[in-house]
């Protein structure tokens, strides 16, 4: 078992990282939250169907009220109305400030549960208890929000978890999709902060349906690692946090314009992330090869192209349109070197120029 | 023009108090929020139509962009839809994270706009205009909230303003019944923290028809002070804050059963104050002389009753549900001594045996 530690201005919460870290749950809700009489568990319809009886089990002898809440999957949680019917739910659960909210899934359940959790009530404690390797980097750091129609995550705060509870257990069993999703964060973590961690994963994972959990285990730990590491220099996002950006600009412009769920986050992040290191090597004297990258993960089962339906203005329209744009020109997150991140703003050109050859050719 | 420090654990900002304050607020804004290129004024339809204009002519060389959202006047305005719709203008607008906020209004509208300020882009700068004299104690500390079908401000966050502009000239033409709301909560600062004031109000004060702009000017800037202080102690109100909800469980249970609008807040909370007084002297050993309290501020224009057509079943149930308590039992703030108040839990006989005698009499 991994214990790791993630520090920010007001507060320094554990991350329990292996197989089984579920069972150190109910010991530690009973020796820290003793006047917490009732828990709401919020999960999804796939991973409670799957998870949600093995976390009852865990808690059985917890002697506090267990209540739950179940959402839809996927960015579905996310909206208003999902939002709205959990506080509902909350009180009509009878929870009160003392109560504790547990966030059983994926980046979406945990996103939900620590916008309600940051809300109800100005605010109660939470926990993450992440299953997929894509909420490793959502579940740290206190990023939580909801969508609104105009925008994915435009409304939210930033509440730290009370602590993580990474169960490798939950990881084993993951699809093959969904292990690439968050292998892309793992290995945006690796480049903007690490080139040794780099160096590590490009030889010595070769393919995503071979990962051994030992691998495994240890390549998220490197991620929260570097996730920890930003958080606690720049726990609100006014400085070095929006490094973690790096590729999303074009990855989430691009999941946007295909349809939340059409394409994983992670895919369409590691289509920006190559993006963002044409532009790199363009704008920012990346000195990289970056054909060696795409050959490697491609060998990993990730597109690199961007899709042959979407166009080039719509694409800019929508980079423009995410928050975390604020003038007319586009911000990116570049590198100068791998482990060197820099913020660069491109105009239109600029950005059109290594972004047309990019496209799939259509069929 | 006095200037009033608010310090909590991350942040310390003024309180512009004064006659003519808000010309202070263009220069603020332009020296301080260079990079901000818009403004958000969030006001109600009452208000607006009074101190709009009066805000835009001030703000009229800011070289910012100025939008408007006007909300529906009084709670109404704290709906779930009055937010959300608060958030799709400031999308709309193109409000961004450097964007900001003006609450011009009472206090549902600073608790209104502050939450949308707190949430949106997951928080994004707001400042404090209050117009009446009981928003001089729900501007300052940070405490923003909107309304559940379930009960007030049960949705919220702690979001402190960058700054409060409180402006005496909108205070001037206050309605008689404004005045005694926002009094009752000066009258509450001083019983719990300041035995001197509280003299010096009973001496001063002997209507409420006649108070001169000085004494007002004074009293207003007391019970900052008190305010203050304790948000200086406890912020997230984990401690000491509950000590300014002396008076509310009862009169919140007062407006709630009521039907928020019937009575005013203060008026809600100066019964609720005279019922926690009588339990101070009973379970607390407070020595206080309270029929010259009740004569006090009966003169000032107060019922100082329970009106006849509430029960008092009702009233416990209402108390039981307030987020303030967390037991079965009712958590009250009473005062051991003026200036000193204390926590204390009372079963529902001891309440009861209170409160019955505190009705009116049924005509």
């Given at each position: 078992m991994e214990i790791l530690t993630i520090e920010t201005s007001n507060k320094t919460y554990p991350v329990y990282l292996g197989q089984d870290a579920l069972a150190l749950l109910p010991g530690y809700l009973k020796e820290k939250y003793r006047s917490a009489r009732s828990i709401l568990i919020i999960t999804d319809e796939s991973v409670g169907a799957l998870y949600l009886q093995r976390l009852k089990n865990v808690l059985a002898d917890i002697e506090k009220e267990l209540h739950v809440s179940v959402v839809p999957s996927g960015e579905k949680a996310k909206t208003f109305d999902v939002y709205y019917s959990c506080l509902t739910q909350a009180l009509e659960f009878g929870l009160n400030r003392k109560s504790l909210i547990l966030a059983l899934g994926g980046g979406a359940v945990g996103d939900l549960a620590g916008f309600v959790a940051a809300t109800y009530m100005r605010g109660i404690p939470f926990f993450q208890i992440p299953t997929t390797i894509l909420a490793h980097d959502s579940a740290v750091g206190g990023k939580v929000a909801i969508n609104h129609e105009a925008g994915k995550n435009m409304i939210g705060a930033f509440h730290q978890p009370e602590a993580v509870f990474f169960d490798l257990d939950f990881i084993a069993s993951l699809p093959l999709k969904e292990?690439?999703?968050?292998?892309?964060?793992?290995?945006?973590e690796a480049l903007i902060v690490d080139p040794e961690f780099y160096s590590w994963l490009t030889a010595g994972i070769q393919s995503l349906e071979?990962?051994?959990?030992?691998?495994?285990?240890?390549?998220?730990?490197?991620?929260?690692?570097?996730?920890g590491a930003i958080v606690k220099q720049d726990e609100m996002e006014n400085g070095v946090?929006?490094?973690?950006?790096?590729?999303?600009?074009l990855g989430h412009a691009i999941e946007n314009s295909l349809g939340y769920g059409?394409?994983?986050?992670?895919?369409g992040v590691m289509i920006g992330m190559v993006f963002a290191l044409k532009l790199s090597i363009r704008y920012?004297?990346?000195?990289f090869n970056l054909t060696t990258f795409i050959n490697w993960v491609d060998a990993l089962g990730y597109k690199t192209k961007i899709p042959s339906k979407l166009n080039a203005d719509d694409l800019l329209a929508a980079m423009k349109k995410d928050k975390k744009t604020t003038g007319r020109d586009i911000t990116f997150v570049l590198l100068d070197q791998v482990g060197k991140p820099v913020i660069k703003t491109l105009n239109d050109d600029e950005v059109l120029t290594e972004m047309l050859p990019m496209f799939e050719n259509k069929r």
């Open positions: 292990v690439r999703s968050g292998f892309a964060e793992i290995i945006k071979h990962v051994d959990m030992q691998q495994l285990a240890y390549a998220i730990k490197m991620g929260i690692g570097v996730k946090r929006a490094y973690l950006n790096f590729g999303h600009t059409s394409i994983t986050h992670g895919e920012s004297g990346l000195n």
